[in-house]
């Protein structure tokens, strides 16, 4: 059984427009257990009431047709029912996304996958067993039991089975595979908090509250050609993981195009002009207006506000984190956002990827 990462006492957020009023009810680990005994199936545990309520709830709404937001080891999904054009419409309503950028498909275990993609490729079932559950998705020949809304009218379709008792646990409960796109607007940064959820998307209908998400960046989003495999996109699960369990040599990453248009120039964005940090830039702004997000604590100047991510220079504490820092950023005093730019190896090659993209409208 997996250690979920969070904080003792959950927070389940009912939506406040069907019950009318705002309120919080906190139930501590119950609903880790139940949510990781209903992602075990076996040991399905009814004798918790709260924690089944909450989680029945989620998933009436799934089933009713709304969106209901919830942690992955990610970031936080805003996930509708799959097979359901209309509750998916919603998913791209809430999020104001625009409808030639296709959805992941949430799957809670490999029968699932069947359903949804044509493809037996034998490689798949060595990277779900080397990956999933957890931070890879794969772009695969979609059955025309997908909505086209679900994939903006492609042929294939991006499915993962995420890493989270809570997300599992939805799936299951709600009986289909669930159509979740980060729970940000669009464009905008992804949310790794429930409250970053709350906040930028007050009209979800229910947020599950499972803490800080555990690795806090994008699944990483292959591919598979005949050859090889493309990496559409950078994440946790980098391309030297990826070719140790498919030593086929790997292509290199195509850009452009909306094939995935988590590949647009910009992406991730905070709402006041961010930069990645070289001298240059304090000619242009005045540092005592500005917030700087440090690697390791070295500051080149004196800012209004600092932020140091991974004093002992794990990029992957760093990956946990700078959401949340630019969140807090662009909600705070400051004018302006500044990064330090880190080394591009490991995970860092998809911070780069999300910082860049982040910064591209000001540079
Ligand atoms: O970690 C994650 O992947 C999170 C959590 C919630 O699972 N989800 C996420 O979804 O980041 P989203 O919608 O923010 O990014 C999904 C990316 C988009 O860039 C989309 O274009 C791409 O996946 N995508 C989805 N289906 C695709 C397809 N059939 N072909 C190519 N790209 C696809
Ligand atoms: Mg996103």
Known sequence: MKQLNTRPGLLIYPCKKRL???????????????????????????????????????????????????????????????????????????????????????????PQLEELSTSRDPRIGKLAEAF????????????DLVPDIVTSGLPTVGIRMPDHPLALGLIRASGCPIAAPSANKFGRLSPTRAAHVERHLPEVDFVLDGGTTRVG??????????????????????????VTVLPESAKTIESGGPEAPGMLDSHYSPSKPFYLY?????????????????????????????????PKG??????????????????????????????????????????????????
């Open 132 to 143: 999933w559950p957890g931070p890879l998705t794969l772009i695969l020949p979609k059955t």
């Open 20 to 110: 009318g009023r705002p309120w919080v009810t906190e139930i501590t680990a119950a609903l880790v257990h139940a949510a990781t005994s209903i992602a075990d199936k076996d040991l399905f545990l009814p004798q918790i009431p709260d924690a089944m309520t909450a989680l029945e709830n989620a998933a009436k709404i799934i089933k009713e047709g709304g969106v209901v937001a919830f942690p992955t080891e990610t970031v936080y999904g805003l996930g509708a029912n799959a097979l359901n054009p209309m509750a998916v419409a919603r998913i791209f309503e809430v999020k104001q996304r625009p409808s030639f950028d296709p959805l992941i498909v949430h799957i809670a275990d490999l």
């Open 278 to 310: 070289r001298p240059e830039i304090l000619k242009r702004i005045d540092p005592l207006k500005a917030g700087f997000i440090s690697f390791k604590g070295e500051m080149p100047a004196s800012f209004l506000q600092t932020r140091t991510l991974a």
């Open 314 to 363: 794990d990029l992957k504490e760093y990956a946990t984190k700078i959401f949340s820092a630019l969140h807090e950023l662009q909600e705070s005093d400051v004018e302006v956002i500044i990064a330090e730019p880190l080394p591009e190896t490991g995970i860092g090659i998809a911070i780069m990827d999300r910082l860049r993209k982040a910064a591209h409208p000001w540079q």
């Open 217 to 242: 960046l994008e699944s990483t989003i292959v591919r598979l050609e005949p050859d090889g495999f493309v990496v559409l996109r950078p994440g946790g699960i980098t391309r030297e993981d990826l």
